[in-house]
């Protein structure tokens, strides 16, 4: 045999060399859920060793973090039912404690990068991600109002802007209010292609905002789908957006090389809750070995074309880097 693949495989030196996938801490962007208060460190029953986080308790565990190298931080908001009212008002409030949040931690970290959550599902009482009138989600009556908290977060020192909420036409509305407000330099990084996935429970047990009624089928895209992504992200890209993010990454791993092959901006994947919640629970039963599965999915996700993953890993997985 001429050809003897094996040979590239002989030693550990040899196959670190001609790996051809490399994932470091640089990639990773770590959610975090934020709650108002002080003194708060609450572990979330279906999505454990992550929390429900107060600002004072969060800043060491950013500096933790940073530590470790990662230094790019998702954060979502837990917000208080009787802040919530249908139109999502205390998601631009004077007061808000998750854009008071964002200004403490760039004033005690200028150097990490803020990425946000807008949509209006955390802030409405309907729980939707959208403006809700008679039962139906009205799409263009919803973009003034993440236009106002877009703005609002930049204003508060977010670096990227991370419109999840999937409404038509959102990312140019949104990039136009935030350059006629002077943030030209405020970074869109689009939810693109965001499936109506079983996989986001843990998630929305954190936050609490779970749809009052219905579903989310009419603005999340139908998992049966791959060509209608590129439509949703061609016109995310047209409409400004500087990256393209694909939700949930783990079972769509083809949507995320489809778009790394059709676009030539950064492709980032959101490792979603449920997705990391089933390696959580195999590991506690010991079906899994937790180390070599995170380091695997998370690998898969990079081969596939991610630039960037969003995963309740980082910290967990950079500690893993850290060690070797």
């Not at 939707?128 to 204003?155: F, S, W, Y």
């Not at 990256?243 to 092959?261: G, T």
Request: hydrophobic share 40%; glycine share 6%; proline share 4%.
């Amino acid at each position: 045999m001429n050809t003897r693949p094996r040979r590239n495989r002989k030693s550990a030196a040899i196959r670190s060399m001609v790996e051809e996938t490399k994932i470091g801490a640089e990639h990773l962007i770590y959610p975090i859920f934020l709650k108002d208060g002080k003194g708060v460190k609450e572990e979330i029953s279906s999505l454990p060793n992550n929390y429900r986080w107060s600002i004072d308790q969060l800043l060491p565990e950013i500096e933790a973090c940073m530590n470790l190298g990662v230094f790019t931080y998702d954060i979502f908001p837990a917000v208080e039912e009787h802040l919530k009212d249908q139109v999502a008002s205390y998601s631009y409030a004077d007061d808000n404690f998750y854009l008071n949040a964002f200004r403490k931690l760039k004033e005690t970290f200028p150097e990490i990068v803020l990425m946000s959550d807008v949509a209006l599902d955390p802030y409405s009482s309907d729980g939707h991600d959208g403006l809700v009138k008679n039962g139906q989600i009205l799409n263009d009556e919803t973009l003034p109002i993440l236009n106002r908290m877009a703005v609002a977060q930049a204003q508060a020192g977010v670096d990227i802007i991370g419109p999840s909420d999937m409404m038509d036409g959102r990312v140019g509305s949104i990039r136009e209010a935030l350059d006629i407000n002077g943030f030209i330099n405020v970074s869109i990084m689009s939810y693109s292609a965001k499936y109506a996935s079983a996989f986001y429970g843990p998630f929305r047990d954190a936050l609490n905002s779970a749809p009052k009624s219905g579903d989310k089928k009419t603005y999340q895209m139908n998992p049966a789908n791959k060509r209608e992504a590129l439509l949703e992200a061609e016109l995310d890209f047209l409409e400004g957006a500087d990256m393209l993010m694909v939700k949930p990454a783990l079972c769509y791993l083809d949507v995320i090389h489809l778009l790394k092959e059709n676009f030539n901006i950064p492709i980032t994947a959101y490792n979603v809750s449920g997705e990391c919640a089933m390696v959580y629970a195999a590991a506690e039963k010991g079906w899994l070995n937790y180390d070599l599965a995170i380091s695997e999915m998370l690998l898969s996700m990079r081969r596939a074309g991610a630039d960037a993953i969003l995963t309740y890993f980082a910290k967990d997985f950079a500690t893993l880097l850290k060690n070797k």
